[in-house]
């Protein structure tokens, strides 16, 4: 077990953050690390061969993707309006806070399995190939939801400065 | 200088930085021609940016206690004092059933066969399954080893199925004692955590060759079969109809020896 904390330790904060992103709310995030870690304990010795990191993450996200059904069959949706500020607030540096406040909300307007591989491959830095693994679906899949995870949360950040609130009012040229 | 044609792949594994640095350079020159699909590459790169920024004081936050991994493993590895207590529970009901046994063997013969051969495998999976500490013995990191061992104690060549085309992946295995001799197990799981069991051993007396017979108990089914003198009986916690499948696979395996 020794190895195991050695190997497991470092990579927590990485869980937190990632569960924390996909589900937003701090407490429900870090019940699921916990899960995680607890069955990552259990499962020590069966683990095969490979990156403990692609591991750790296909744990959590399968937890995850439970707990979304799970919510979803109780259609008892958290909507994005409803999650406490607190969830990221005071993460977020005070300068930056509506910035980042407001990406992290956009990013919660795409589907779930879009926002996972942005995360797993834009934030986490997983390869390709281990969110593959992760998401059990062909790199191709992990491709083709990347592609449309940039494109998405590029349309919903564009639409925002777009909105009829921001447009500044033209002026007439003389 | 001919060049492949520039694909949608290769925008985002630019953004990702893993492209080869030979067509890397090539993504960056085909981005310099064409400003416009620079500026969306461009706003991809910052996503990543702006998302890191936004979610690192999270990674920052201390741990709360409830995720302190050296708690976690130690109250894991209490646990084990109840799984030896289970087994030594199962101990003495095993010694009294034995008791039994030896009455119910005047009254009645021992089933042979097939039927021998399911209970066998139900057992073991019910015993190995469930089994959070060793449900193996030899892991499936091993099993050159595995098959030696098996092998040699079963007398004949052993081929450990492969079912990851059914979406369930070698754990290891282990030998287990049954009345008619050892007999080899091997275990499986999927990503859900759920578990198979495959035993197999050479068939004594009857059902040399037997077909596909399913059998179920309670919530656990299994299918059992035999060809040319070596029974095969796969167990698990499913319908045997869901079983099916993934024994027609073992055995076409266990032909092709």
Redesign the interface.
């Known amino acids: ?1 020794k190895d ?2 050695l190997q ?2 470092p990579l ?3 869980l ?2 990632y569960a ?2 996909l589900v937003r709310n701090r407490a429900n995030a ?1 019940d699921l ?2 899960d995680c ?3 990552a ?3 020590w ?2 683990r ?2 490979g990156d403990v990191r692609a591991w750790l993450f ?1 744990i959590l996200h ?1 937890l995850a993707v439970d707990q979304f059904r799970k919510t979803t069959a109780r259609s008892r949706h958290v909507t994005i309006d409803k999650t406490s500020e607190g969830d ?1 607030g005071e ?3 005070q300068e ?1 806070q509506l ?3 407001d ?2 909300n956009k ?1 919660m307007r795409l589907p779930e399995e879009q926002r996972a591989v ?2 797993l ?3 986490e830095d997983l ?2 190939a281990d969110a593959a693994k992760v998401l ?1 679906v062909p790199i191709g899949t992990v ?1 083709s939801r ?2 449309r995870a ?1 494109e998405r ?2 349309q919903e ?1 564009e639409a925002v400065t777009a909105a009829p609130g921001n447009v500044v009012p033209m002026r007439s040229v003389k | 200088m001919n060049h492949r044609p520039i694909t ?2 290769d925008l ?2 630019y ?2 930085r ?1 492209l080869e640095p030979e067509r890397q350079a090539e993504v960056a020159a085909y981005l310099g021609d064409h400003p416009g699909i620079a500026k ?1 590459i461009a ?2 790169a910052d ?2 940016k ?12 201390p ?2 206690p ?2 302190n ?2 708690r ?2 130690g109250q ?2 209490r646990r084990p004092s109840l799984v030896r207590w289970a087994m030594a529970a199962m101990l003495l009901l095993s010694i009294g059933g034995l008791g039994g046994w030896a009455v119910r063997g005047a009254l009645q013969a021992s089933p042979r066969g097939l039927v021998a051969l399911t209970q066998e495998a139900a057992v073991s999976y019910s015993v190995y399954a469930p089994d ?5 013995e030899v ?3 091993d099993s050159a080893q595995l098959v030696q061992w098996v092998s040699d104690r079963l007398r004949r060549p052993v081929k450990v199925p492969d079912l990851t085309t059914s979406g369930y ?1 070698l ?2 295995g282990r030998l287990v004692a049954t009345e008619h001799g050892p007999a080899a197990m091997f275990m499986y ?1 999927d ?3 759920s578990r198979l069991v495959v035993l197999t051993r050479p068939m004594s007396g009857s059902d040399q060759n037997a077909p596909m017979t399913p059998q179920s108990q309670g919530d656990v089914g299994g299918i059992a079969w035999a060809d040319d003198g070596v029974g095969y009986s796969l167990v698990g916690h499913a319908a045997p109809e869901f079983l099916r499948p993934i024994a027609n696979e073992v055995r076409k395996q266990a032909r092709a020896i």
């Open positions: 077990m195991m904390l497991v330790e927590i904060p990485a937190r953050r924390r992103a870090d690390v916990q870690l607890e069955r304990v259990s499962r010795q069966q095969r061969d296909a399968n990221f993460a977020a540096a930056h910035m980042y406040q990406v992290l990013l942005l995360l491959v834009g934030v390869s390709y059990n491709m990347l592609s940039r949360l590029q950040i | 949608e792949d985002h594994a953004v990702d893993v969306r706003a991809f996503h990543h702006l998302l890191r920024a936004a979610l690192a004081p999270i990674a920052d936050e741990l709360p409830e995720l991994l050296s976690i493993i894991h590895t959070r500490v060793r449900p193996v892991r499936a990191s992946r754990m290891g799981d990503d859900h955590g």
